[in-house]
């Protein structure tokens, strides 16, 4: 059973599928950011947040913490957390929540040592971001699968497997040396790209730049910033947008010195990124 279901959003209640220790399993892919969580925890559980595409902010505590594509982040449980000021950003996402409590049954059929292995080696990385592999969406896609057509006992037995194996590839990936800081091709891709958000950026003079063809560039820089380069390009413009539009109060005079070719399209890349039009987006900051 889903307990919310829309073209962008579903979410299931594993329970309802023998998950004894199951709470829920959710996936979203937005194409234009929504509200932001507020402050929510999971009692006696565990959440894991697989970001596939775009970006996803958490607050915990004071602390911030930026999920970009293909970015795993392990939630503790009873830890009150949310999005803080941030949207749910466009992109997508999937998430699990599991009770960490042996005595509340098994998880997934799996011996107690087993499960308590799996999710005490996620407990230890948990408020840390660690990288993922794409190829975890097959198996996150092949349970959002197996939970729309669970009426036969072949499908619950799937299910149980595909958490059993997304778990363990979570803990093989959460053990995995971490990402070197940033390449210098990207830090020169990042000079390049402030120091001419005044104008249109093309995505074949930042392939130029890094001595790569357009179409392995894209791939290139997907891997390493989680998203396509034009994305990154234009929320970088939307940032700088932010503190131009309560500089100059004129989003017409900002759209064209961040090289949109209208206050419309600006109005509109604006939105999607934040949630709120420049207009309303002055207001709120300046009441």
Avoid at 86 to 99: M, N
Avoid at 107 to 136: E, R, T, V, W
């Amino acid at each position: 059973m889903k307990d919310f279901d829309n073209q962008d959003r579903r979410v299931f209640n594993l329970k309802d599928f023998g998950i004894k220790r199951g709470l829920a399993f959710g996936h979203y892919r937005y194409k234009h950011v929504k509200p932001g969580l507020e402050n929510h925890q999971h009692m006696g559980a565990l959440e894991i947040c697989y970001c596939m595409k775009g970006q996803q902010h958490y607050k915990i505590g004071e602390q911030f913490y930026e999920l970009n594509g293909n970015d795993i982040f392990v939630v503790p449980p009873n830890t009150t957390h949310s999005t803080g000021e941030f949207p749910e950003d466009k992109g997508e996402l999937f998430w699990i929540q599991l009770l960490v409590d042996s005595s509340k049954g098994k998880l997934c059929n799996m011996p107690n040592n087993q499960s308590d292995f799996l999710l005490g080696a996620l407990l230890d990385k948990s408020q840390q971001i660690f990288m993922g592999s794409f190829q975890l969406k097959f198996i996150l896609e092949k349970l959002i699968g197996q939970l729309e057509n669970s009426n036969s006992l072949l499908s619950r037995i799937m299910v149980d497997q595909l958490i059993t194996q997304l778990l363990l590839e979570t803990v093989i990936l959460s053990n995995k040396p971490q990402q070197s800081p940033p390449s210098l091709k990207l830090d020169e891709l990042d000079r390049f790209i402030h120091k001419n958000l005044h104008r249109m950026i093309y995505v074949d003079e930042m392939a130029n730049l890094a001595g790569m063809s357009v179409g392995y560039f894209k791939f290139w820089f997907k891997s390493k910033s989680g998203m396509p380069p034009r994305e990154y390009v234009n929320r970088l413009k939307i940032e700088q947008a932010k503190i131009d539009l309560l500089a100059s109060g004129s989003v017409t005079e900002v759209a064209f010195g961040l090289g949109f070719g209208s206050s419309q399209y600006f109005a509109t890349t604006f939105k999607k990124f934040t949630g709120s039009t420049p207009r309303s987006y002055i207001s709120m900051q300046s009441g």
